[in-house]
T-cell receptor, first 114, second 112 residues
Framework: EAGVTQFPSHSVIEKGQTVTLRCDPI?????LYWYRRVMGKEIKFLLH????????ESGMPNNRFLAERTGGTYSTLKVQPAELEDSGVYFCASSQDSGPYGYTFGSGTRLTVV | SQQGEEDPQALSIQEGENATMNCSYK?????LQWYRQNSGRGLVHLIL?????REKHSGRLRVTLDTSKKSSSLLITASRAADTASYFC????????????FGKGTRLSVIA
């Protein structure tokens, strides 16, 4: 079974540019989560999809972040325009059931905004 | 919102020694989980302990949970260089279907 795939693995962009991160969950997993770890700080929840619907987006920091999951398969997280404080590692996880069990995480995308 | 806080922030030990990491949280929980992140890799689930459990073992891992103190510890016995990673505790709120809340993590370095 393929795991959760994220790409790119690394991205370096200039302040003000746009970056789109992608997450391919495990096939059949309806639940998809985005988390972010800013350097030296905790891993913070961003949002949760159930299929193509946003179940909880309370962790999205501001309107520069846009997440989509068209068709309930892969998800994208776009940052536009990127700011320096957006630098960090963005993790995606998927699970078959809702709730805090059975998360499978991807390897993350390390985003550096310069 | 609740937040797991691990300590120490960084720990360096010799191979073969035991490593103990602690986690504190703020509100009532259903479960507490420990995850590991190796450099450049994703988060890997290690162990889950339920709020009505006090201790759990899995291989070289031993987790304790003290709900009265809102704290947990992760003990790795007979550490190996391959255990070098960041370790995070994650909690889910008692109230229902909420996402996992992670702490800042402990960076463990095991020196061969």
């Amino acid at each position: 079974e393929a795991g959760v795939t994220q790409f790119p693995s690394h991205s370096v962009i200039e302040k003000g540019q746009t970056v789109t991160l992608r997450c391919d969950p495990i096939s059949g997993h309806d639940n998809l989560y985005w988390y972010r770890r800013v350097m030296g700080k905790e891993i913070k929840f961003l949002l949760h999809f159930v299929k193509e619907s946003k179940q909880d987006e309370s962790g999205m920091p501001n309107n520069r972040f846009l997440a989509e999951r068209t068709g309930g398969t892969y998800s994208t997280l776009k940052v536009q325009p990127a700011e320096l404080e957006d630098s960090g590692v963005y993790f995606c996880a998927s699970s078959q059931d809702s709730g805090p069990y059975g998360y499978t995480f991807g390897s993350g995308t390390r985003l550096t905004v310069v | 919102s609740q937040q797991g806080e691990e300590d120490p922030q960084a720990l360096s030990i010799q191979e073969g020694e035991n490593a103990t990491m602690n986690c504190s949280y703020k509100t009532s929980i259903n479960n507490l989980q420990w995850y590991r992140q190796n450099s450049g890799r994703g988060l890997v689930h290690l162990i889950l302990i339920r709020s009505n459990e006090r201790e759990k073992h899995s291989g070289r891992l031993r987790v304790t949970l003290d709900t009265s103190k809102k704290s947990s510890s992760l003990l790795i016995t007979a550490s190996r260089a391959a255990d070098t990673a960041s370790y995070f505790c994650a909690t889910d709120e008692y109230s229902g279907n909420t996402p996992l809340v992670f702490g800042k993590g402990t960076r463990l370095s095991v020196i061969a």
